[in-house]
């Protein structure tokens, strides 16, 4: 109905319903054990603009797909894509073109095995280049606002992008890297005028503001990105 696909999700802890808009024209209906299809029906046409007006705000953000990690298939970083081609050989994943060449020693290992190789291989890759960019951003909003970082660093983070810790440490989810470029940028500049602002203030925004991004809106929209690759040991992906 409406252009969009309802997924029902029962859950124990839920009190009332809640609606999420999602990528690839999905709705989300999260309802307590016992609520009738009907009744959530319902609900939802009654939000039919709300949901209308969600989506137009998402629309060009792509729909999260699990990825297989096999020959051809596409990844995106800062934007652009680039296609995966896994070939026999030794050494580390390298970006030539537009193109990720994954050598994988044993290419004739069972799909999943070889497909797991290819997934590390490229995560290695990815987080040595996220880091190298996002270093280099860090200088660039640092020197806008004239102040300095006490350190830079990565982590495997589930939900989050980026944070600020009260002594001046950024630290970022390597995984910004697989955003567009301008949301790579904001998540940057944002951590970065946390040096100075440790919140979300008045003040903050105008900091923010002067780093070149005049609105929120990429902040708001960002909150419909996920982590391309799912990590081994959290619950994502489900
Ligand atoms: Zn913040």
Not at 32 to 44: F, I, N, R
Not at 183 to 196: K, R
């Amino acid at each position: 109905m409406n252009g969009f696909d309802i997924e029902i999700h029962y859950s124990e802890k839920a009190k009332g319903t809640t609606l999420e808009v999602w990528p690839g024209n999905v709705v989300k209906v999260i309802a307590p054990v016992g609520a009738t299809e009907s009744e959530l029906q319902k609900l939802v046409s009654q939000k039919t603009k709300w949901i209308i007006e969600k989506q137009r705000i998402i629309k060009d953000i792509p729909a999260w797909r699990e990825r297989e990690f096999v020959s051809g298939e596409s990844f995106p970083i800062l934007g652009r894509e680039y296609r995966l081609k896994v070939i026999e050989g030794f050494g580390e994943t390298v970006q030539k073109d537009d193109r990720l060449i994954v050598p994988v020693a044993q290419i004739d290992l069972e799909e999943e095995d070889k497909a797991e190789l290819v997934k590390l291989s490229l995560m290695r890759w990815y987080r040595a280049e996220a880091l190298f960019r996002i270093n280099a951003r860090v200088e660039t909003y640092c020197e806008k606002l004239n102040i300095n970082a006490q350190s830079v660093s990565i982590k495997d983070y589930e939900a989050r992008w980026g944070s600020c810790t009260p002594s001046g440490d950024l630290i970022f989810n390597w995984q910004i890297l697989s955003l567009p470029r301008e949301y790579f940028d904001y998540v940057i500049a944002h951590e970065v005028c946390h040096l100075m602002e440790l919140n979300h203030s008045k003040e903050f925004y105008r900091l923010l503001n002067s780093s070149g991004f005049d609105n929120d809106e990429i902040g708001t929209r960002l909150k419909y990105y996920r982590n391309i690759f799912v990590l081994a040991d959290s619950g994502e992906g489900q």
